[in-house]
């Protein structure tokens, strides 16, 4: 009966572990792990862009093509070159375009097409684009004005006079 005894006892002792661990509160899992994801896409650099910065009226033009005799009263057997300068926003891209310029005069309150040209550039950082007006018969006495557009998009007028 000693041996009942101690079996019953160590049988009892065998469940009450077993109970013990089974009613132990587990562990909680750790959190998982955070899903890989793949880095960011660097964000699209924007297309670089050219525009008009300037138009120059005058008489004369250098070599840079730039006004050498700036003025906005002219005779009739005068050229009138329009000078425009034009930038890229990266100085380093080369960006194609159009310029434009459409010359007209008024004549009794209408404006009268005097003249136009159109220029396919390959712009690239700072740079300079003329054009001009000049008739074998003389300029009509007048006001005036060149319209230059880039890429369609008209960007700036400038008047002047011919006396």
Do not use: H
């Not at 009942?4 to 750790?30: F, H, N, W, Y």
């Not at 906005?72 to 005068?78: A, G, H, I, R, S």
């Not at 018969?137 to 400038?158: F, I």
């Amino acid at each position: 009966m000693k041996q009942t005894r101690l079996s019953l006892v160590l049988s009892s002792a065998l469940i009450a572990s077993v109970a013990i661990v089974g009613c132990k509160k587990k562990d909680e899992a750790p959190p998982p792990a955070p899903a890989a994801t793949a880095p960011a896409p660097a964000p699209v650099a924007a297309a670089a862009t050219a525009s008009v910065a300037a138009v120059d009226l005058g008489s004369a033009v250098g070599a840079d093509l730039k006004i050498t005799a700036p003025a906005t009263t002219f005779k009739p057997k005068d050229t009138v070159y329009a000078s425009v300068t034009t930038a890229t926003s990266d100085p380093a891209a080369t960006v194609p375009g159009k310029l434009t310029a459409k010359w007209s005069y008024d004549k009794a309150g209408t404006q009268v097409k005097a003249g136009e040209e159109t220029k396919e550039v390959n712009f690239s950082g700072p740079g300079t684009t003329d054009f001009f007006l000049k008739m074998a018969s003389g300029l009509p006495v007048g006001k005036y004005k060149v319209e230059v557009s880039l890429d369609g998009a008209v960007v700036q007028t400038k008047e002047f006079e011919v006396k």
